[in-house]
């Protein structure tokens, strides 16, 4: 057998061998009462820790343990998102700076402060040369990855990129919350002007814009109307912060707990974002509306629809997975409140589009899909739209293509990424996280390798 045969035959073996040991039971978890995804079986998150940052409301758990579906509730620092973004809006304003600084403080900033806040930011939104060099010349078409690995090379550039104090921790944040835009945009222009030889635009940041503004001027130029940069700037708020259960928070909570540097912890969290399961749900939810769209001949018949939902649920439609995505979620039941606010603006900017033909089939397609679930599967569980159900289509009214979607929600979450790993860092008595794992295999002795 040749040098390669013998290598793909070798491959070929050791993976039919991992089919083998990565098989366990399932009975076996109940029987051990282990909570397989840190999850209990009501489906509630194992609780593992303690936060001041983010709380995700969407039950309320009675004295005998049971469970009472609610209409969601996302609370940052205390406040609620809808009171924050509904004063934001009434202002029409930007909003996305001033939760970042409470986020990173726990304080909401005066107007003094905020100014300052803001321009701290426009200030440190260019890129080192190196840096920019390094994304105008890298090669791939994943931006994500573009996203981590420039994260870890910003480490290069840190005088004290180890130094865990509690000033070096905030500039740091601060550094990392301005770049991410910067970075997105021109990775995803190199990204154009390497697969679809675009002209290469290399735009710089304009002082007095929000950091919704300037990553679409950065992107696009100025094409782009205000109820655009609104609506995204509402978009970076419902994504900014969502407690610390969130695998992607979790994850930098646990690469913090053993002291890394702040930058290998916030590119563990892109890593997570990165799967399809978290942040790249609402590219599904995409895929699908897409899928229905070009199937249903009556957007209006509500009829046709439950058709198309029962064939996806039966497995015999779109990616035959029996999901219906953007529907459910782990914690909120009667609503989820970031959905709700984001249909508010979504609707208005439609009608800017004329486009709202579309989004009136979305609430249609909502609206069936809960009904046909709970007729099929009946409603042990209380299901609701979650925010990836409208996020998509909103991004596409906007005109940001899809290889962003999912590094936009990097962009958002990057402040209650650093307001986490900044809370494990400085709460007395940290300890290291190390859940346990309990082997199930049988114990064997050793056979030697002449034997074997």
Not at 38 to 48: A, F, I, M, Y
Not at 65 to 91: F, T
Not at 272 to 292: I, Q, R, Y
Request: net charge negative; charged share 25%; hydrophobic share 35%.
């Amino acid at each position: 057998m040749k040098a390669n045969g013998k290598k793909e035959y070798l491959i070929y073996k050791l993976s039919d061998q991992m089919k083998g040991c990565t098989k366990i039971d399932a009975e076996l978890f109940k029987k051990m009462d282990v909570k397989r995804g840190l999850r209990n079986e009501d489906g509630t998150g194992v609780l593992v820790g303690l936060t001041n940052i983010g709380n995700v409301v969407g039950y309320d758990r009675l004295p005998d343990g049971s469970l009472v579906p609610i209409d969601g509730k996302l609370y940052l620092r205390g406040y609620e998102v809808s009171e924050i973004v509904h004063a934001i809006e009434k202002e029409q304003r930007f909003g996305f700076e001033e939760v970042a600084y409470l986020l990173l403080s726990g304080q909401l900033p005066d107007s003094d402060e905020l100014a300052t806040f803001k321009q701290l930011l426009y200030n440190n939104m260019p890129l080192e040369k190196n840096t920019l060099l390094h994304i105008i010349e890298m090669e791939g078409h994943d931006i994500m990855n573009i996203l981590a690995r420039s994260v870890l090379e910003f480490y290069t550039f840190d005088d004290n990129p180890d130094d865990t104090s509690r000033e070096n921790l905030m500039r740091q944040s601060i550094e990392l919350m301005s770049k991410f835009p910067t970075i997105i945009a021109y990775a995803y222009n190199m990204l154009r002007h390497g697969e679809q030889g675009r002209s290469l635009h290399i735009r710089h940041p304009q002082n007095g814009l929000s950091l919704a503004e300037n990553f679409l001027f950065m992107l696009k130029g100025y094409d782009y109307t205000v109820l655009d940069a609104r609506t995204l700037d509402l978009l970076l708020i419902l994504h900014s912060e969502h407690g610390g259960g969130n695998n992607s928070t979790f994850t930098v909570r646990v690469t913090s707990s053993t002291g890394s540097d702040t930058y290998s912890s916030i590119a563990a969290g892109i890593g997570s974002l990165k799967g399809p399961k978290h942040g790249g749900a609402n590219l599904k939810v995409c895929e699908m509306t897409e899928f229905l769209k070009s199937h249903i001949s009556d957007w209006k018949d509500e009829s046709e629809i439950a058709r198309h939902i029962n064939g996806i649920l039966n497995k015999e439609m779109f990616d035959r997975q029996g999901l219906v995505y953007g529907i459910g979620h782990a914690v909120y039941t009667l609503s989820d409140p970031r959905a709700v606010l984001l249909k508010e603006m979504a609707r208005s900017l439609a009608e800017e589009k004329g486009r709202l033909a579309e989004f009136e089939f979305l609430e249609r397609v909502e609206k069936v899909a809960v009904e046909t679930i709970y007729k099929a599967k009946g409603r042990s569980k209380t299901l609701c739209a979650n925010v990836d159900f409208y996020s998509g289509f909103v991004y596409d009214l906007i005109g940001i293509p899809k290889d962003i979607y999912t590094p936009l929600f990097a962009m958002a979450r990057i402040v209650g990424w650093c307001a986490h790993r900044n809370e494990e860092l400085n709460f007395e008595g940290r300890r290291i996280i190390r859940p346990a794992y309990k082997c199930v295999t049988d114990e064997k002795d050793y056979v030697d390798i002449n034997s074997r």
